[in-house]
């Protein structure tokens, strides 16, 4: 018996104490023992190894230490049977989130979350690494997420982020009250003195057939000498949301409204947006009303703008209304083709005043079924191709002509507004258009040198890209917050109130459009997710699949670096071109590399595989800008998303592909 004395033991000692000899194999046996019992002994010396027994507490706080330690490695092989069990569950049977929740393994699930999102503090990112590596995975976020959606937490095909970025679908809790409250208890009208009944207009709104959100109606009034007096009737939010209110501020977060090839995610909540701010068929609206005339060449004459109530008595889709202009004469659908003979002669007046309309393919994207593994992306070109449509430019020229109205209107009443501007480009020479093909590679020539835009809050400035001396984007409330503030500052000078300064107006519109630039990029990680998902299902099913590619422009032609398009897809995208070539030549791409959860792929030229890296930081800000795909800014103003997804070449980020979310 070994007591506590402090008495230190040698090898030999303990070899006599317990087996009472010193043979080799006692001896041997001994230092075994000693080496492996970490409870009852302690080694405090190493030449010779020596040995001394543990108090009695000691001993009995090693041996808890031993049962938490086991009953812990018990918990992680528990938890790991656990996602083995979930990972071959087929859909439908695994576990949810709530039933995650509920479970014991709550906080393990809760901590790999954060670490996939890049929210944990050091407590979650130890508890999630050793989760990730119990898993057979080398810890990381993308790892997380994997086991996350394997095991039915994140369900398929998961935004990581948009989850992130907090653009989920719900609302925050006392957000989504407070709009189910306006909802169900509209309260009084603040505006109701100032408020025209322009009920007896006959106002036909025009929206694609999944459109919910519908922000804008036209009407159109005949006046006693002949002439047509226009009216632009735009959603009028501020009916509901004030400055600083919870709705406010959550829309300011927001920016805009997501539109993603799963569905938007709206900037206000949905109830509000698809509902009582929307101008909907056979329902009183309040509005914010720009009516116009225009002089015989197309200019603007006179424009006035007033708090309205309207009542929409027409819902057509683009593609109705194409057809009615087809087979109508004017005494059959006045109201159309007094708008039609309008738009036609304002965009004969702006292109005389330099505007640039750039039509280009555009490639729409939907997914089927976007949470099933098993998933269906559809991609086709638009609707009419490369041609706008006379509905498309019907509505495109009424919203540009209400937003250079309320330029003239702000500018008249020294009113601070987001004034959009866009200085002149240096256009090609002719002899440079006449070196690229006619259509699309000359317009992604001329696309090229178009200059970004800007806002300014105290004036109008110049819009190039529209060949106008002033406009103002005021005409997507419930989608975009920038036009939110212009109609905030409208509302006010309405009222007689005073409306914001200039500069704060600036600082304000400032955050609102950094903060569109990022739920921009929010949908382009979406689209390219989904691009990328396209590809790599038409790799699985033929390996051999292919495309023709029309080579619209290099971008490098030292590195070999294109923007090509494909016909078939309405798609515009950048790939590396290994041999000389020329804008116009066509040529026949497939499939390269592809990684669906990182949104990337590559093209490679079929029997032209040879190629080298390249990433994002080999071009500058200005080279990305130069070949991007961005309109000028407000040259028309699309119910989609018409902005810029990254892709990559040889496996790296790049620039951009040209892509349009299609609303479920």
Same mark, same amino acid.
């Given at each position: 018996?070994?007591?506590?004395?402090?008495?230190?033991?040698?090898?030999? +000692?303990?070899?006599?104490?317990?087996?009472?000899? !010193?043979?080799?194999?006692?001896?041997?046996?001994?230092?075994?023992?000693?080496?492996?019992?970490?409870?009852?002994?302690?080694?405090?010396?190493?030449?010779?190894?020596?040995?001394?027994?543990?108090?009695?507490?000691?001993?009995?706080?090693?041996?808890?230490?031993?049962?938490?330690?086991?009953?812990?490695?018990?918990?992680?092989?528990?938890?790991?049977?656990?996602?083995?069990?979930?990972?071959?569950?087929?859909?439908?049977?695994?576990?949810?989130?709530?039933?995650?929740?509920?479970?014991?393994?709550?906080?393990?699930?809760?901590?790999?979350?954060?670490? +996939?999102?890049?929210?944990?503090? $050091?407590?979650?990112? +130890?508890?999630?690494?050793?989760?990730?590596?119990?898993?057979?995975?080398?810890?990381?976020?993308?790892?997380?997420?994997?086991?996350?959606?394997?095991?039915?937490?994140?369900?398929?095909?998961?935004?990581?982020?948009?989850?992130?970025?907090?653009? +989920?679908?719900?609302?925050?809790?006392?957000?989504?009250?407070?709009?189910?409250?306006?909802?169900?208890?509209?309260?009084?009208?603040?505006?109701?003195?100032?408020?025209?009944?322009?009920?007896?207009?006959?106002?036909? #709104?025009?929206?694609?057939?999944?459109t919910r959100d519908i922000d804008d109606g036209l009407a159109v009034e005949m006046l006693p000498d002949g002439r047509h007096k226009l009216?632009?009737?735009?959603?009028?939010?501020?009916?509901?949301?004030?400055?600083?209110?919870?709705?406010?501020?959550?829309?300011?977060?927001?920016?805009?409204? !997501?539109?993603?090839?799963?569905?938007?995610?709206?900037?206000?909540?949905?109830?509000?947006?698809?509902?009582?701010?929307?101008?909907?068929?056979?329902?009183?609206?309040?509005?914010?009303?720009?009516?116009?005339?225009?002089?015989?060449?197309?200019?603007?004459?006179?424009?006035?703008?007033?708090?309205?109530?309207?009542?929409?008595?027409?819902?057509?889709?683009?593609?109705?209304?194409?057809?009615?202009?087809?087979?109508?004469?004017?005494?059959?659908?006045?109201?159309?083709?007094?708008?039609?003979?309008?738009?036609?002669?304002?965009?004969?007046w702006r292109e005389e005043q330099g505007a640039l309309t750039f039509q280009m393919p555009e490639a729409k994207l939907r997914v089927q079924?976007?949470?099933?593994?098993?998933?269906?992306?559809?991609?086709? $070109?638009?609707?009419?191709?490369?041609?706008?449509?006379?509905?498309?430019?019907?509505?495109?020229?009424?919203?540009?002509?209400?937003?250079?109205?309320?330029?003239?209107?702000?500018?008249?009443?020294?009113?601070?507004?987001?004034?959009?501007?866009? $200085?002149?480009?240096?256009?090609?020479?002719?002899?440079?258009?006449?070196?690229?093909?006619?259509?699309?590679?000359?317009?992604?020539?001329?696309?090229?040198?178009?200059?970004?835009?800007?806002?300014?809050?105290?004036?109008?400035?110049?819009?190039?890209?529209?060949?106008?001396?002033?406009?103002?984007?005021?005409?997507?409330?419930?989608?975009?917050?920038?036009?939110?503030?212009?109609?905030?500052?409208?509302?006010?000078?309405?009222?007689?109130?005073?409306?914001?300064?200039?500069?704060?107006?600036?600082?304000?519109?400032?955050?609102?459009?950094?903060?569109?630039?990022?739920?921009?990029?929010?949908?382009?990680?979406?689209?390219?997710?989904?691009?990328?998902?396209?590809?790599? #299902?038409?790799?699985?099913?033929?390996?051999?699949?292919?495309?023709?590619?029309?080579? !619209?422009?290099?971008?490098?032609?030292?590195?070999?670096?294109?923007?090509?398009?494909?016909?078939?897809?309405?798609?515009? #995208?950048?790939?590396?071109?290994?041999?000389?070539?020329?804008?116009?030549?066509?040529?026949?791409?497939?499939?390269?590399?592809?990684?669906?959860?990182?949104?990337?792929?590559?093209?490679?030229?079929?029997?032209?595989?040879?190629?080298?890296?390249?990433?994002?930081?080999?071009?500058?800000?200005?080279?990305?800008?130069?070949?991007?795909?961005?309109?000028?800014?407000?040259?028309?103003?699309?119910?989609?998303?018409?902005?810029?997804?990254?892709?990559?070449?040889?496996?790296?980020?790049?620039?951009?592909?040209?892509?349009?979310?299609?609303?479920?």
């Amino acid at each position: 018996m070994v007591h506590e004395d402090n008495e230190v033991y040698s090898v030999t +000692a303990m070899a006599e104490l317990l087996f009472g000899n !010193l043979s080799a194999t006692s001896c041997y046996a001994s230092h075994r023992l000693l080496s492996q019992e970490r409870i009852f002994f302690k080694q405090v010396g190493r030449g010779p190894p020596r040995f001394q027994a543990r108090s009695e507490k000691d001993v009995h706080s090693l041996k808890a230490k031993r049962q938490a330690d086991e009953k812990a490695a018990a918990e992680v092989a528990a938890f790991v049977q656990e996602m083995k069990r979930c990972y071959r569950l087929p859909y439908g049977e695994k576990p949810g989130m709530q039933q995650w929740q509920s479970s014991p393994y709550r906080d393990r699930i809760m901590a790999m979350q954060a670490f +996939a999102l890049d929210t944990t503090n $050091p407590a979650e990112v +130890a508890l999630a690494i050793q989760m990730i590596q119990a898993c057979s995975k080398q810890a990381s976020p993308s790892a997380a997420s994997e086991l996350l959606q394997s095991a039915g937490w994140w369900r398929p095909h998961e935004q990581i982020g948009l989850l992130k970025a907090n653009r +989920a679908e719900l609302f925050p809790a006392p957000v989504q009250a407070l709009a189910d409250e306006l909802q169900t208890s509209p309260p009084p009208d603040s505006d109701a003195a100032i408020r025209q009944d322009l009920t007896h207009h006959e106002v036909v #709104t025009i929206d694609d057939a999944s459109t919910r959100d519908i922000d804008d109606g036209l009407a159109v009034e005949m006046l006693p000498d002949g002439r047509h007096k226009l009216w632009v009737h735009i959603a009028d939010p501020t009916r509901w949301v004030h400055p600083g209110d919870p709705l406010d501020v959550e829309a300011r977060r927001r920016a805009k409204t !997501l539109y993603l090839p799963t569905g938007n995610i709206p900037m206000f909540p949905r109830n509000l947006a698809d509902g009582i701010f929307s101008l909907h068929l056979d329902r009183p609206t309040a509005a914010l009303s720009v009516h116009m005339t225009l002089h015989p060449d197309g200019s603007l004459e006179e424009c006035g703008l007033v708090a309205s109530t309207v009542t929409p008595t027409r819902k057509l889709t683009y593609a109705e209304v194409d057809e009615l202009l087809d087979a109508t004469m004017p005494e059959q659908e006045p109201t159309l083709w007094a708008l039609h003979k309008a738009a036609e002669a304002r965009e004969r007046w702006r292109e005389e005043q330099g505007a640039l309309t750039f039509q280009m393919p555009e490639a729409k994207l939907r997914v089927q079924d976007p949470h099933r593994p098993d998933c269906t992306v559809h991609i086709r $070109p638009a609707q009419g191709g490369a041609q706008e449509q006379p509905s498309q430019r019907l509505v495109s020229e009424m919203m540009i002509l209400a937003g250079q109205a309320i330029a003239q209107i702000g500018e008249q009443n020294s009113l601070a507004l987001p004034y959009r501007g866009q $200085p002149e480009p240096v256009l090609p020479s002719e002899e440079e258009l006449q070196r690229v093909p006619a259509g699309p590679c000359r317009t992604v020539l001329v696309r090229s040198r178009m200059i970004r835009g800007s806002v300014t809050t105290n004036s109008p400035s110049a819009h190039a890209g529209l060949g106008l001396d002033g406009y103002v984007q005021f005409t997507s409330p419930i989608r975009r917050y920038g036009d939110m503030l212009a109609h905030y500052q409208l509302k006010a000078f309405l009222r007689g109130q005073t409306a914001l300064p200039a500069y704060e107006l600036s600082q304000l519109s400032d955050i609102s459009g950094g903060m569109a630039q990022e739920a921009i990029l929010l949908e382009r990680e979406v689209t390219n997710y989904w691009l990328a998902h396209f590809f790599q #299902t038409e790799k699985s099913k033929r390996k051999d699949r292919s495309w023709e590619a029309l080579l !619209l422009m290099w971008l490098r032609t030292e590195s070999g670096l294109a923007r090509v398009l494909l016909p078939e897809l309405g798609l515009e #995208t950048v790939m590396r071109i290994n041999r000389p070539a020329r804008p116009g030549d066509t040529l026949q791409v497939c499939v390269g590399f592809v990684d669906v959860p990182k949104g990337v792929y590559t093209l490679n030229e079929v029997d032209h595989f040879a190629s080298t890296s390249l990433s994002s930081a080999d071009l500058d800000d200005e080279e990305v800008d130069d070949a991007s795909s961005q309109l000028p800014a407000g040259v028309q103003e699309p119910k989609l998303s018409h902005d810029r997804g990254t892709m990559a070449v040889d496996g790296e980020p790049v620039v951009e592909s040209v892509a349009t979310a299609t609303p479920q």
